[in-house]
């Protein structure tokens, strides 16, 4: 089965420390969502692209958060400096989801900032 | 405005018991999509069914069961005959094609079956 891989699975940092955390799409998908899960906002949209291009991040916190498609199959989201109320798990989805397709999720990164 | 609510925070049943998880969304789309996943302890989002809004009928498969119906805006989701092994978070979403597609998601429903 095709699936999406993140890396790393599970981050601690220190505050003020900068976190990359990485995606590999499905190979062919043409969209790819970056999701926050917090106990408290839930699954939170972040940011998504479109063959590639940056659809909308209005859900990022613009001062320190980027996310960015290098190629076709990695995604990158960015965080700095970290802070800890971006303790959270993230997770990076990939799908045709105009067309209706299926939208498949990594395993998330669980990101501890102390 | 796109919106998705999940009603019931938690559901507590005993193994064998049937359970419905609702759903109910907004939307000022004629094209769009629903889709609900299943996320267990172990924490990943696993994808159980999507729909578009032009196919109402309701689809089974094993012991899950989805009911669509568009007059009420709902997207209920039953479990037959539950198992330990359903214990997990549901979540319902909403993809609306005038957003580009994104998935915006209920805050889940908190399923624990009992043996």
């Known amino acids: 089965d095709a699936r999406v891989t993140q890396t790393p699975r599970h981050k601690v940092t220190e505050m003020g420390q900068e976190v990359t955390m990485r995606c590999q799409p499905i190979?062919?998908?043409?969209?790819v969502f970056w999701y926050r899960q917090t106990m408290m906002q839930g699954l939170e949209l972040l940011a998504y692209?479109?063959?590639?291009?940056?659809?909308?991040d209005s859900g990022m916190p613009k001062d320190r958060f980027s996310a960015e498609m290098p190629d076709a199959t990695l995604a990158t989201l960015k965080i700095q400096p970290s802070e800890p109320r971006d303790s959270a798990v993230y997770f990076c989805?990939?799908?045709?989801?105009?067309?209706?397709?299926?939208?498949?999720f990594g395993s998330g990164t669980r990101l501890t900032v102390v | 405005a796109q919106k998705v609510t999940q009603a019931q925070t938690e559901i507590s049943v005993v193994e064998k018991e049937d359970v419905t998880l609702d759903c109910v969304y907004e939307?000022?789309?004629?094209?769009?999509?629903l889709f609900w996943y299943k996320q267990p302890p172990s924490g990943e989002l696993v994808f159980l069914i999507r729909?578009?809004?032009?196919?109402?009928q309701n689809e089974i498969s094993g012991r899950y069961s989805w009911n669509f119906q568009k007059s009420t805006s709902s997207f209920n989701f039953t479990i037959t005959a539950s198992q330990v092994v359903d214990s997990a978070v549901y979540f319902c979403?909403?993809?609306?094609?005038?957003?580009?597609?994104?998935?915006?998601f209920g805050q889940g429903t908190e399923l624990s079956v009992k043996p």
């Open positions: 692209f479109r063959n590639r291009a940056p659809l909308d």
């Open positions: 939307t000022r789309d004629t094209t769009y999509y």
């Open positions: 729909r578009n809004s032009f196919d109402e």
């Open positions: 979403a909403l993809s609306e094609e005038s957003q580009g597609g994104k998935l915006i």
């Open positions: 190979l062919g998908h043409n969209t």
């Open positions: 989805a990939s799908g045709f989801p105009v067309q209706g397709s299926d939208v498949t």
